[in-house]
C-alpha cells in the first residue's frame, strides 16, 4: 500500500509557511526520511517533488539535511527531532512562492 510519508510524521500548520512536515514521534539522528525530490526535466526547475520534498520548510538552522543521489534528492535528519517538532531544511533548489 502507498504510504506518502513515514508513519512518525505528518503534515499540520507551520508558524514558518503554509504547511509544514512534523515529527509525531522522536526521529534519531542520520534517520534517512525517504526521498523528497526525483529528477525530471520535463518539470519546472527540473524536479518533481514527493510530499517530503512539497512540504518541507526552508531554516537557516535546519534540522534536515539534503543527501543527493543520481536521481534523487533524500531528506536525512541530522540531529534528533523531537515530537511536535517541525521538519526544516536549507535549500536553494527554487525560490518557493
Known sequence: ?????????????????????????????KTNLGIGHVKDARFEDGWIRTPLGGYINHSDDPNCIIVENEDTL?????????????????YTLYIPQ
Request: with cysteine; glycine share 6%; net charge negative.
Open 1 to 29: 500500500m502507498y504510504q506518502p510519508l513515514p508513519l512518525f510524521l505528518t503534515i499540520s500548520d507551520s508558524h514558518i509557511h503554509g504547511l509544514g512536515l512534523f515529527a509525531k514521534d522522536e526521529i534519531p539522528a
Open 74 to 90: 533524500s531528506l536525512s535528519t541530522n540531529r534528533c527531532i523531537a515530537a511536535g517538532e517541525e521538519l526544516t531544511v536549507f
